[in-house]
């Protein structure tokens, strides 16, 4: 009688976790959530993809990730005869203005410029005029 009293006003706390189950003929796995197994039917699972938008440098340097070495760099630019410099010295041309065909050809601000790694010299990105 008194040991049922006990037990009666025992809390709860003075109880071992074990003790606890073993009076109550619990078992442990009744208070354990149960195990997940993903979202219900119905539920997609949405996966966030971020998506850092990299400026491209234009006629400067600018700092991009080399594919090949995986950092950061500042690139090297070179400047390339392109679709600009052909079409100017073309319109020059066909305009008689013959002597002056090759000026397009000589100014940067008319070529394609190539930007490299400075560490592999891997091209990186060229930034077309046309
Ligand atoms: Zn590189």
Redesign the pocket.
């Known amino acids: 009688m008194t040991m049922s009293i006990f037990r009666c006003a025992a809390p709860l706390w003075l109880m071992t976790y074990h003790t606890y189950f073993k009076e109550n003929k619990m078992d442990k796995s009744t208070l354990d959530p149960p195990p997940y197994s993903g979202p219900g039917p119905g539920f997609a699972v949405q996966q966030q993809v971020v998506v850092v938008s990299q400026s491209l440098p234009t006629d400067s340097p600018g700092e991009m990730m080399?594919p090949?070495?995986r950092?950061n760099?500042v690139t090297m630019t070179e400047y390339k005869v392109g679709t600009l410099s052909w079409l100017i010295g073309g319109i020059i041309f066909l305009t008689c203005f013959l002597p002056f065909c090759w000026i397009p050809f000589c100014v940067p601000s008319c070529k394609d410029v190539k930007h490299t790694?400075p560490?592999?010299h891997?091209t990186i990105h060229v930034h077309k005029r046309l």
């Open positions: 080399c090949q070495c950092i760099v790694c560490r592999c891997t």
